[in-house]
């Protein structure tokens, strides 16, 4: 009676885990980082400083074996200055990288990819948008790192910086433009531009923009007009709603005097375009 009563009180025995052991199992390994290796050397600086092709790639492909990565593709620029993206093998480099070919860009040196800050940024831009990550052999730039993200994010940081530099300079060049009366876009139908890039009557077809006013203002359908001077509907539009023929300059929504002379007299202009407001 005792015995039977100490056996329903037993701890039962429990097999031994290989739960974690089946799990780890089941999991696929860490995959090795796939890396594109770019070399680049001008002819000048091969003559001058002695940094051959070979130097570069026994140097990168020595960086990878001590990490334990795996080199994709090598991609060879020789006789190819920096001072421009415009490289056959780093456009290959890129497009590998669209296509998800690779994890790492590696170089000897980052001037072998680019000297120009600006181009050095577009790139860098282009390859985070990837998830590859950019390393340098020589340089402690390693975006595999803590650090080197923190160097992604200053670089884009000067990305954005430039971006509003830029955009202030063309907004400055407009402004000079519309300032001293100058159009910022292509000649309309009835214009030309001369040497000076100064916009100036073109008779023939400032003939056919005032009689496509005048029609207009007589009442004829703009589907008469279209047919007539065989004009898309689109640029029949652009025509009657444009204020560079009553000598004017569009921009941001404002009218400035422009220094070209009109075709159309303004009232005209305004009585046609009472209808579309």
Known sequence: MVATQKSLFQTPKIPLNTSKTALNSSQDPPQTPKVGIYVRVSTEEQA?????????????????????????????????????LSRPALKDL???????????????????FSRKLQDLISALEHLKAQNINFTSVTE???????????????????????????????????????????TLNRAPLGYTYNDQRKLTIDPTEAKIVKEIFEMAAAGISYKDICAQFHLPTSTYYEIIKNPTYIGKIQYRNKLYQGTHKPIIDESLFFQINKKFN
Do not use: H, P
């Not at 940094?51 to 334990?68: H, L, T, V």
């Not at 890129?94 to 072998?112: S, T």
């Not at 994010?153 to 001293?180: H, N, P, T, Y």
């Open 94 to 112: 890129l497009e590998d990288a669209r296509i998800k070919q690779l994890n790492i860009l590696l170089v000897y040196k980052i001037d072998r």
């Open 48 to 84: 001058k400083e002695g940094i051959s092709i070979d130097a570069q790639i026994d140097r990168c492909q020595a960086y990878c074996k001590a990490r334990g990565w795996q080199v994709f593709k090598i991609y060879t620029d020789a006789g190819y200055s920096a001072g421009t």
């Open 140 to 182: 402690q730039i390693d975006t595999t790192t803590a650090m080197g993200e923190a160097f992604f994010q200053i670089i884009g940081v000067f990305a954005q910086l430039e971006r509003g530099m830029v955009k202030e300079r063309v907004e400055l060049a407009f402004d000079k433009k519309i300032s001293s009366g100058e």
